[in-house]
């Protein structure tokens, strides 16, 4: 072809024929480039995407159960197809002709728009990210794949400041330490079952064995055991642990980390100092919470959630007051665990609902009671159709680039990258 320079000095491409190419297509609606070089095309009669190499020669056909229309190709080679006839849209790897995720939601038409929503489909992934308040900044997460060791039951996981997770297999009486990818590096056996772990800021873990009355302290990385600790009083049990994440790398004077203790049927948040574990007089020196708690996760050294077994509902104690603030959550079941991301948001797994919701803080004042903090849900950023099923535990790694969520009641481990 002829390069024409409409404005002097004006730089344009130009053109030359190689050759034109057609596989015998029905209708091809939508076209776009992998970042290997190869085109995907949407055989919209045919119901099927086809992949050719850059010169045109065919490699490989998917075929789907609706007819694909419009084709993006993300700048992390990730390809979106809508299907407007199932009102659908397909997440792929483009290259090898993978369906990674398929959300059944309603999409915008024109081609602009639909530009645009990729964009934001690329930044929540597989998952559906609504922003409940404008201009709020929200995590989203796309699947990069899960891992079993052969698992007996998995109830609870922690992350270690170098990034290993740490998992309790209750039923095995074992310990299991993964890398940041799941891949297997140690195990150390117990004496009782491990059913709490939490890894404070100073890289020590500490892990609940309720059936024996006590604590362990370890070094998760190395996987030793520093220090046991029992409860000598009769009716008295530790049952899980929370760490209070932002109190420093070094040692200090600082709370650590708390433990929930029942004594005779009532359960306290007992603080822990790392030089000593002394667990007595829980009544005077620890703060009085639910009962029927599960698992508990601090917002600060003084504030944290809690989960009640088998409810519609978490609680909050703000500032070490007895007054305990029911959260309702319509669209949970079973909450048994709470994590939180850098953003402060909290992220709670319902069980028997089968999602993840996020909840986010307002400052709330008011003239005749002091400042208070009240939480509402944001949204659902993940559930069934993501993968969740009867989740029973969950954390970030220590940099919030990754989400683990211990599945299938303790069965498996989900890992999805934070984008």
Same mark, same amino acid.
Request: glycine residues 6%; hydrophobic residues 40%.
């Given at each position: 072809?002829?390069?024409?320079?409409?404005? /002097?000095?004006?730089?344009?491409?130009?053109?030359?024929?190689?050759?034109?190419?057609?596989?015998?297509?029905?209708?091809?609606?939508?076209?776009?480039?992998?970042?290997?070089?190869?085109?995907?095309?949407?055989?919209?009669?045919?119901?099927?995407?086809?992949?050719?190499?850059?010169?045109?020669?065919?490699?490989?056909?998917?075929?789907?159960?609706?007819? /694909?229309?419009?084709?993006?190709?993300?700048?992390?080679?990730?390809?979106?197809?809508?299907? /407007?006839?199932?009102?659908?849209?397909?997440?792929?790897?483009?290259?090898?002709?993978?369906?990674?995720?398929?959300?059944?939601?309603?999409?915008?038409?024109?081609?602009?728009?639909?530009?645009?929503?990729?964009?934001?489909?690329?930044?929540?992934?597989?998952?559906?990210?609504?922003?409940?308040?404008?201009?709020?900044?929200?995590?989203?997460?796309?699947?990069?794949?899960?891992?079993?060791?052969?698992?007996?039951?998995?109830?609870?996981?922690?992350?270690?400041?170098?990034?290993?997770?740490?998992?309790?297999?209750?039923?095995?009486?074992?310990?299991?330490?993964?890398?940041?990818?799941?891949?297997?590096?140690?195990?150390?056996?117990?004496?009782?079952? /491990?059913?709490?772990?939490?890894?404070?800021?100073?890289?020590?873990?500490?892990?609940?064995?309720?059936?024996?009355?006590?604590?362990?302290?370890?070094?998760?990385?190395?996987?030793?055991?520093?220090?046991?600790?029992?409860?000598?009083?009769?009716?008295?049990?530790?049952? !899980?642990?929370?760490?209070?994440?932002?109190?420093?790398? !070094?040692?200090? #004077?600082?709370?650590?980390?708390?433990?929930?203790?029942?004594?005779?049927?009532?359960?306290?948040?007992?603080?822990?100092?790392?030089?000593?574990?002394?667990?007595?007089?829980?009544?005077t020196y620890g703060y009085k919470i639910r009962a029927c708690i599960l698992k508990f996760h601090t917002v600060n050294e003084d504030s944290w959630f809690s989960c009640i077994g088998g409810?519609?509902?978490?609680?909050?104690?703000?500032?070490?007051?007895?007054?305990?603030?029911?959260?309702?959550?319509?669209?949970?079941?079973?909450?048994?665990?709470?994590?939180?991301? #850098?953003?402060?948001?909290?992220?709670?797994?319902?069980?028997?609902?089968?999602?993840?919701?996020?909840?986010?803080?307002?400052?709330?004042?008011?003239?005749?009671?002091?400042?208070?903090?009240?939480?509402?849900?944001?949204?659902?950023?993940?559930?069934?159709? #993501?993968?969740?099923?009867?989740?029973?535990?969950? !954390?970030?790694?220590?940099?919030?680039?990754?989400?683990?969520?211990?599945?299938?009641?303790?069965?498996?481990?989900?890992?999805?990258?934070?984008?």
């Open positions: 072809m002829a390069q024409v320079l409409a404005v /002097p000095g004006d730089v344009r491409h130009g053109f030359s024929y190689i050759c034109h190419f057609n596989h015998d297509f029905g209708r091809i609606t939508g076209i776009a480039a992998t970042i290997k070089g190869n085109i995907l095309l949407c055989d919209y009669d045919k119901k099927n995407l086809i992949l050719v190499d850059p010169l045109g020669n065919y490699l490989k056909k998917l075929n789907v159960d609706s007819e /694909p229309y419009d084709v993006a190709i993300t700048s992390q080679n990730i390809g979106y197809i809508t299907q /407007p006839n199932s009102r659908t849209v397909l997440q792929i790897d483009p290259d090898k002709m993978i369906v990674l995720f398929k959300d059944k939601s309603m999409f915008f038409w024109r081609k602009q728009r639909w530009l645009y929503v990729c964009r934001c489909c690329h930044l929540r992934a597989n998952m559906a990210q609504m922003l409940a308040v404008p201009g709020d900044v929200s995590h989203g997460f796309s699947y990069y794949g899960q891992f079993n060791h052969d698992f007996g039951r998995i109830t609870e996981i922690a992350a270690t400041v170098k990034g290993n997770i740490l998992l309790c297999d209750y039923y095995k009486k074992n310990l299991i330490l993964v890398d940041p990818l799941g891949n297997y590096l140690k195990n150390l056996y117990l004496d009782s079952e /491990p059913y709490g772990v939490a890894i404070t800021s100073q890289n020590i873990g500490y892990v609940t064995q309720p059936h024996s009355r006590s604590v362990l302290q370890i070094d998760p990385d190395s996987m030793v055991v520093l220090f046991q600790a029992s409860c000598n009083e009769l009716g008295t049990t530790v049952f !899980c642990v929370l760490a209070v994440s932002k109190n420093g790398r !070094c040692f200090s #004077h600082k709370v650590p980390c708390y433990l929930g203790v029942k004594i005779h049927g009532l359960a306290y948040a007992f603080p822990v100092n790392h030089e000593e574990i002394n667990i007595k007089d829980v009544a409810q519609h509902y978490i609680t909050f104690n703000e500032k070490l007051e007895y007054r305990i603030k029911i959260i309702n959550i319509a669209t949970i079941d079973a909450p048994n665990d709470i994590c939180s991301d #850098h953003n402060g948001h909290i992220y709670v797994n319902g069980q028997g609902s089968n999602n993840i919701h996020r909840l986010k803080g307002y400052i709330q004042e008011s003239l005749l009671e002091s400042e208070t903090t009240v939480w509402k849900v944001l949204d659902i950023p993940l559930d069934a159709h #993501h993968g969740i099923k009867e989740p029973v535990a969950l !954390c970030f790694n220590k940099d919030y680039s990754k989400l683990y969520i211990v599945n299938e009641r303790g069965k498996s481990v989900l890992v999805l990258d934070v984008i």
